[in-house]
């Protein structure tokens, strides 16, 4: 067992968001992911077979989504679950801070 940290390994200039695999198998993958004014082209959507649940661990951003258009400011602290095949792109991430997401994609459950 080796512990680990969330914030760690995060270089000082991110020209790109960075995304880090930290635990898979074939029912889902965690994922973190670190963006600082990183978006989506308005024409780049994520439309993917799993379901997402994200935290944002700290940061700001902001999703949309397609059908029904809606977006969602995130704030640390805040999570959403994405159902599959539910179109959506992030909009905005704040310039001035690392966002640092916690994602999990799995098949779809029933949510409690």
């Known amino acids: ?4 940290n969330i914030v760690a390994d995060i270089p000082v200039q991110l020209p790109n968001e960075l995304f880090s ?17 990183h978006c989506n ?30 977006l969602k400011k995130l704030n640390a602290g805040d999570y959403l679950l994405i159902p599959a095949y539910c179109k959506h792109r992030v909009d905005w991430t704040d310039p001035k801070q690392e966002s640092i997401w916690l994602a999990l994609h799995f098949k779809e ?4």
Request: proline share 2%; net charge negative; aromatic share 14%.
């Open 21 to 37: 695999t930290l635990l898979q198998n074939s029912q889902f993958k965690v994922e973190r992911i670190v963006s600082k004014g």
């Open 109 to 112: 459950i029933e949510t409690i």
């Open 41 to 70: 082209a308005q024409d780049e959507w994520y439309e993917q077979s799993d379901a997402e649940w994200v935290f944002l661990f700290q940061g700001a951003a902001i999703l949309e989504f397609a059908e029904p258009y809606e």
């Open 1 to 4: 067992m080796e512990v680990q």
